[in-house]
């Protein structure tokens, strides 16, 4: 009801009763739209409220599973750092033993180097030192030329020279004295040999295998395989001037025989003095101390 409308009194007429009726009966209505619509805003309100509870509660978990997984993630972040770093270390210790085992490498290769050009140069030194052996066989060779093949013979054998003068060439029967023509001998290889200074010489009395029917100082075929070692040695030194330093006087009796002791022919081949001639070999020999 309006605050301005006069209040109906007994006695008003009949059509301002009905106006007052329509207009509370229009009050009325306007007053129940509005409870109406505040009775659906109240149930919207309760509503909003609802979903605000919710929103609040789902806020709540989404914040718990959000520190959840920023703890794992930590956690996560913490595990992979650590195996990083572990990765790391690993890394780094393969790279020094790498770099170890490469160092090691480069050692052993130049080691392999300084050794292949060492063994170059022994193969160099041996190629001269064949060389120089097969021109001292041909020079001796030529020098000895005057006499029979049964009496003496010249031949290469483990890179040595080999001078092999028979029992004939050299001596009588027995004896120890070394015979004209075979000083001749003697004396045509001394010639060679002043001329070639790095050849060391051994020379070994040879016998068959006979024995000996001795006296005095020998007694048996050892015993004059060296007296006749000997003897040339002695010619060689003291006849001849080669230095005593280069020459080695050996007797091997008739354990090192050239033929069959079963024939006479094998027995006279037996028979012979052997002259070896050797190259010096000072400088292969610090070679191969060297590596």
């Keep these: 009801m309006s605050a301005c409308a006069p209040v109906p009194r007994c006695g008003q007429p009949v059509s301002e009763k009905k106006h007052y009726g329509k207009r509370l009966k229009t009050v009325v209505g306007e007053r129940d739209t509005l409870c109406m619509n505040l009775s659906a805003k109240n149930a919207e309100n309760a509503g909003l409220k609802t979903q605000m509870s919710d929103l609040s509660k789902e806020k709540a978990d989404l914040t718990a599973k959000n520190e ?125 040999l002043d001329k070639n200074p790095d050849i060391d010489i051994l020379v070994e009395g040879h016998t068959d295998n006979v024995p000996m029917k001795g006296s005095g100082d020998i007694k048996d075929n050892w015993d ?48 012979r003095t052997e002259i070896i001639l050797s190259p010096k070999l000072d400088e292969i020999m610090k070679l191969i101390n060297a590596n």
């Design 68 to 192: 959840e997984l920023n703890n794992s993630l930590t956690g996560l972040n913490a595990k992979y750092d650590n195996l990083i770093n572990e990765k790391l270390s690993q890394a780094n210790n393969y790279d020094k033993a790498l770099k170890a085992k490469s160092d090691e490498l480069n050692e052993k290769q130049k080691v392999l180097q300084d050794r292949e050009q060492a063994l170059k140069e022994l193969r160099r030194k041996i190629a001269r030192q064949d060389s120089a052996t097969k021109r001292l066989n041909d020079v001796i060779r030529n020098a000895m030329l005057g006499f029979n093949s049964d009496e003496l013979s010249v031949s290469i054998k483990d890179g040595k020279v080999y001078v092999s003068m028979s029992d004939k060439l050299l001596f009588k029967s027995g004896q120890s004295s070394v015979e004209n023509k075979g000083k001749d001998a003697l004396k045509l290889l001394a010639d060679v």
């Design 224 to 271: 004059l395989s060296v007296v006749r070692a000997t003897s040339i040695v002695k010619i060689l030194t003291q006849d001849y001037k080669i230095s005593p330093t280069r020459v080695t006087a050996a007797g091997r009796g008739e354990y090192f025989p050239k033929a069959s002791n079963d024939t006479p022919e094998g027995r006279a081949k037996n028979r």
